[in-house]
């Protein structure tokens, strides 16, 4: 079957660095995303991975190997409006995107 | 800058009424979908639909039903409404298939008592 594992909780102190995991099982692939969602709002786009190897944009990074069926997120000098739950989503061959649950981040000061 | 519009945000239904939810888009995507989050779950599927007059089953389609006579009009139907339809519904749209990230909206919260 498909599947994405990602932690369902973590904690981080503001200006720090954490790194959120994702791995995955998929029929194919063809791409990884990363979502950001507020409590009580839509999810927002972050990134994009197709290939293996780092995507860099501002604060945020996004790791892929496709080789092992992982992904991570990595959110740099954090921010107390990082707080949010992070949802990781692999597209399978008939590409439809497969979701994680997500994970929340909770950043305290 | 409208992006995905869709209403009602909150409803709350007695079990066996019916209700539509609407979703609208404004930037000619072709590609529309309808999502449901379930609390410690990942977003499921429903339906999803190509272009106008097309509509494919998601993962989780049973007690839905959807329509797409325009580019930008994606109603989501529940018929014959259930508590375990109770979650909030996103309908969301992108431009291509593979690599388009998906543009949602603000999500509709229904309640199924």
């Known amino acids: 079957g498909q599947n994405i594992d990602q932690p369902t909780e973590m904690t981080a102190t503001e200006g720090a660095i954490v790194q959120i995991n994702c791995t995955y099982q998929?029929?194919?692939?063809?791409?990884l995303f990363w979502y950001q969602q507020h409590a009580g709002e839509a999810p927002t786009f972050l990134s994009y991975?197709?290939l293996d190897g780092l995507e860099e944009k501002g604060r945020f990074s996004s790791f892929l190997s496709r080789s092992k069926g992982y992904s991570y997120l990595l959110l740099k000098e954090l921010q107390m409006k990082d707080s949010a739950s992070y949802l990781c989503?692999?597209?399978?061959?008939?590409?439809?995107?497969?979701w994680g649950a997500g994970t929340k981040l909770i950043i305290k000061p | 800058n409208a992006g995905v519009t869709q209403t009602p945000k909150f409803r709350i239904l007695k079990i066996g009424q019916s209700m539509t939810l609407q979703c609208a888009q404004d930037?000619?995507?072709?590609?529309m979908y309808w999502y449901r989050q379930d609390p410690g779950m990942g977003l499921k599927l429903i339906y999803y639909?190509?272009?106008?007059?097309?509509?494919d089953k998601g993962e989780v389609p049973n007690g839905y039903n959807v329509s797409r006579s325009t580019t930008e009009d994606f109603p989501l139907r529940l018929e014959l409404a259930a508590p375990s339809q109770t979650s909030v519904y996103f309908c969301?749209?992108?431009?291509?298939?593979?690599?388009?990230?998906?543009?949602f909206g603000e999500g509709s919260r229904l309640t199924v008592l």
């Open positions: 969301a749209s992108s431009y291509s298939s593979d690599t388009g990230e998906l543009f």
């Open positions: 998929t029929s194919g692939f063809n791409g």
């Open positions: 991975n197709v």
């Open positions: 989503a692999a597209k399978d061959s008939n590409y439809q995107l497969i």
């Open positions: 639909s190509v272009g106008a007059g097309i509509t």
């Open positions: 930037m000619n995507h072709n590609y």
